[in-house]
């Protein structure tokens, strides 16, 4: 069976039209004759849409109203009933049966046309920047793969205005205090604005991944101008960056433009290997500037950049050219072909390079004065060696001579290059001529052909020498860039199976370079005339340096930071491996800078959490006992009224267990205060579990607790008003949440085999409860700070208590441990060491005191 086709109806917020749309396209079509049935809709008590119920058929058979509109659709009724077009409204509505966006599935899969609704809130990718625009995190989501299923989807569009007005005039909230807060929230009209750009580009975006699906069967080549692109070809050089910055200048009028950078790795380039310094420089400004930048392969840079142009259907292409034209340049060349196969897309040549072209300061390694020495001298003594040997060889052709000395001067160029090879092909021009060419014995050439065939001799000669030259140096400059691939490979591995930090680095660099020190150095303004100057950050090596001066190799990392070495001067080639380091330090610098904004921003949003709570807590749970000891206190101050003793003793109570709460809440909020700042200093002392269990329960009546303490349980060294908090507080907790059970409290005697922390012995105290528990995955969500079992119910606090009890628990040296109770409900576990000093007789009539700020 052939699967349905989906089509979604897309909106940017609630109110935007989209059941209304979708209930008129399925009368339309069930009046052209189409079998159309309602599987779900939502009305919201909107009359005009429920009007377009009228004459469509609902299936289950019962019209919606405010308590079924969200209901499940009903699958096995709907495939039983197979119409032709099932209309479901809220395609990321979940319900007892799963996702509604898994329901429409079935149906598809069952071979039935859908139409849903759906809003760009609710699109899973788009979750993050749903919640920076609204404040709210959407708690029902659809994944992208179920939204780019849809054959269809169609934005059905509103301005905020309009919006605005129908939230005003009652069409899409029920009651005027929703409308109300909704005009104060969501319906901002920046928000709206917001989320209707958010739906445009996510659809844009969506029609633009669909043009290949259709480019690409129908043969289409040339680009396609849906939006504004431009890609950038760069080499692997810092002053392609003007290139990138032209480009971005060109998108600032091109709204929802894109810029996309590459870089192609040719297989024909004769290139010697990339500056990673540099080209990390182009992918920092690519991001920068809101670009993507690509690093492509490829047989020839030119056809390579035109095909990934046309890819993504680009409109523009932006090459560099340098200012000096020698006869052979590689960049003319892709110039060249570029614009020759570009076709409908915009070439822009910039002409910007002051400097050589090809490798921008990159000149071909050299062999090496080891060899072009012995070289030379061999250039001047092989062609007489040789023609000593013809001589006494039997031959009478000129050719033989020739093809003799053509191989030792084959032999020299392999061993010192170039300019050997044709001082060696000079020499043996002129022996050949003398001792092989009639006259022999002198330098005249009588017969004009000898003349052609010395001229061509030299001129092979040459040109064998040039290519054994260019391969003799290529072959160095891949020797040397596997060397150098080879170190930045196990710099790579030992940075990811080790997780290296900077000083480690920095030995490494140190060691590969022999050097005797190696440093990181940052700069700093400082004074009133913003003087800059350097500093060590990271040291590795013998004797710190005090001035960056003191340096013999200096890399230039950026603007703020440098990579020094003391004791070793660097060769070019060093110099491209230590710029590669450079590269490499300056991203773990970055990372670690990342890492460190990371956290403080983590730090900061839980301050805000903390705040946001706190607030929360005053508006209620500190308002809730201010109110009712106001409203005591007020009544035993009215004259008018007179109470008896009973009365004023209620009133009295409720004056105290109002204070008594607010003491509470009060104490929790400024122990978070302190657990959080990192500012708990407990005075550890013997405390014994019958002397703080008696205090913390003081003031606890209630006849559900029951307290099983060995007499003989050993001391744990604690502070003991600490510990009084923590058993209070686990058992308020545990009396709060389990109010038709008994709460027991029990203890362990130490001994052998008894419980431990690490390798220490230590003692325990459990709270018993058999309320309704906790599920396993939510225990460490548990002792977050402001985290309730409940948090609609009224009346429960704020949710600090576990926070502080562990907080306080693991500040004495100890482990607070959640289990379930067997049978159900929740035991709590204190966990302290055991004492090691001398510990005090128990006192019966209290606590021995406490360190803990009441």
Partial sequence: MARGNLRILLGAAPGAGKTFAMLEEGRRLAGEGFDVVVGAVSLRGRADTAELLDGLELCPKRRPDGANEQADVDVPALIARHPALVLVDDYAAVGEGGGRWEQIEELLQAGMDVISTLDIRNVESLSDAVRRVTGVEEANTVPDAAVRRADQIELIDASPELLRQRLADGKIYRTREEADAALAGDFRTGTLAALRELALLWLAERVDAGLPD???????????????????????????????????????????????????????????????????????????????????????VGPTLVDFARSISATQIIIGSPTRRPLFNRRRTVAAAVMRDAGSI???????????????????????RRREIPAFALAVALPPFLQFVLDLLPHNQLSTDMLVHLTGIVGVALLGGLWPAVAAAVVAGLIVNYYSVRPVGSLSVIDPENVLALLIFVLVAVAVSLVVDRSAKLSKEAHIAGAEAAVLGELSRRAVAEGNSIP????????????????????????????????????????????????????QLDGDRMLTLNGKELSQDERRLLAAFGAHLLAMVQREELSASQRENLRLAEGNTMRTSILRAVSHDLRTPLAGIKLASSSLRDKSIAFGPAEQEELLATIEHGADRLDRLVSNLLDMSRITADAVAPLLRPVYWTDVVGEALRGTASGRLRVLLPDNMPPVDADPGMLERVIANLVENALKYAPESDVVIAGAVGGAGSARIGDVPASELSIVDHGSGIPPEKVLAMFRPFQRADDTTP??????????????????GGVLLAEPTPGGGLTMVVRLPLSTGIAPEPDVRGRHGSSADR
């Fill in 214 to 300: 259709y480019r690409d069967p129908a043969r289409v080549r040339d680009g396609w101008p849906a939006r504004e692109k431009i890609v950038v070809g760069v080499d692997s050089r810092a002053q392609d960056q003007v290139l990138v910055r032209r480009a971005a200048r060109m998108l600032t009028a091109a709204a929802g433009g894109e810029l996309h950078v590459v870089h192609v790795r040719a297989s024909t380039d004769g290139r010697g290997p990339e500056s990673g310094k540099d080209l990390e420089l182009l992918r920092r400004l690519t991001a920068e500037l809101g670009g993507v930048f690509h690093s492509v392969g490829g047989q020839d």
């Fill in 346 to 368: 915009d070439v822009h040549l910039i002409i910007h390079f002051s400097g050589s072209p090809g490798r921008q300061g990159r000149t071909p390694p050299r062999l090496g």
């Fill in 504 to 555: 480690a680095f920095l030995d490494q660099v140190r060691e590969q370079f022999q050097a005797t020190g190696a440093g990181l150095w940052t700069r700093y303004e400082s004074g009133p005339g913003r003087t800059a100057r350097w500093e060590l950050q990271e040291f590795s090596g013998e004797r710190r340096p005090v001035d960056v001066a003191e340096a013999d190799t200096v890399e």
């Fill in 795 to 812: 009346g429960t606090g704020i949710g600090l208590g576990l926070a502080v009890a562990k907080g306080f628990t693991e500040a004495m």
